[in-house]
Antibody
């Protein structure tokens, strides 16, 4: 199992960014997937979830600004980040759902929101 | 949202010592609890899910227990490679929520 995030970078407040998570080594379409973030030196913060049937759930802090999606044909998970704020600065991880936990995580991608 | 209160915030342990980390949920989470280890610059690694099920490949010195609102992670014999930050996470209700972490160091 491998999860590889991409698409991070430095972006100005109010702008947008799209993160990708390329999955391999398992049947991607059969698993729910999460995005979790971690601000520098801080704890873990759950962001969003998409089920295998593409049902979605969001944290209140990102609802209406972020959109999680998936392309099962490409084995890829996405997170569209709009109207970015400085408090969205963090390492963003994708992770695979495993019962009540998350069993495989990507290496993370840094998103920095700053003018 | 379900609040997860983790303790202690930090601790140091000698090699071979037994270590216990506690996690308390603000409501009953019916064993929907996971534990993770995170090392500097790395992504978290799942240790325990369902409060007490050991994830594949995780050493048997790690164990989880608890029910209702009170849960714990035990390391039965501290090893050098067990240094890191440990997080609990509830997976019963969305939004999933994490404890604030316990930094474990070798004494």
């Amino acid at each position: 199992v491998q999860l590889v995030e991409s698409g991070g970078g430095l972006v100005q407040p109010g702008k947008s960014l799209k993160l990708s998570c390329s999955a391999s080594g398992f049947t991607f379409s059969s698993y729910g997937m999460h995005w979790i973030r971690q601000a520098p030196g801080k704890g873990l913060d759950w962001v969003a979830y998409i089920s295998s049937s593409s049902g979605t759930v969001y944290a209140d802090a990102v609802k209406g600004r972020f959109t999680i999606s998936r392309d099962n044909a490409k084995n890829t998970l996405y997170l569209q980040l709009n109207s970015l704020k400085s408090e969205d600065t963090a390492i963003y991880y994708c992770a695979r759902r495993h019962y009540s936990g998350l069993d495989y995580w990507g290496q993370g991608v840094m998103v920095t929101v700053s003018s | 949202d379900i609040q997860m209160t983790q303790s202690p915030a930090s601790l140091s342990a000698s090699l071979g010592e037994t270590v216990t980390i506690q996690c308390r949920a603000s409501e009953d989470i019916y064993s929907g609890l996971a534990w993770y280890q995170q090392k500097p610059g790395k992504s978290p690694q799942l240790l325990i899910y369902g409060a007490s099920s050991l994830q594949d490949g995780v050493p048997s010195r790690f164990s989880g227990s608890g029910s209702g609102t009170q849960y714990s992670l035990k390391i039965s014999s501290m090893q050098t490679e067990d240094e890191g930050v440990y997080f609990c996470q509830q997976g019963l209700k969305y939004p999933f929520t994490f404890g604030s972490g316990t930094k474990l160091e070798i004494k």
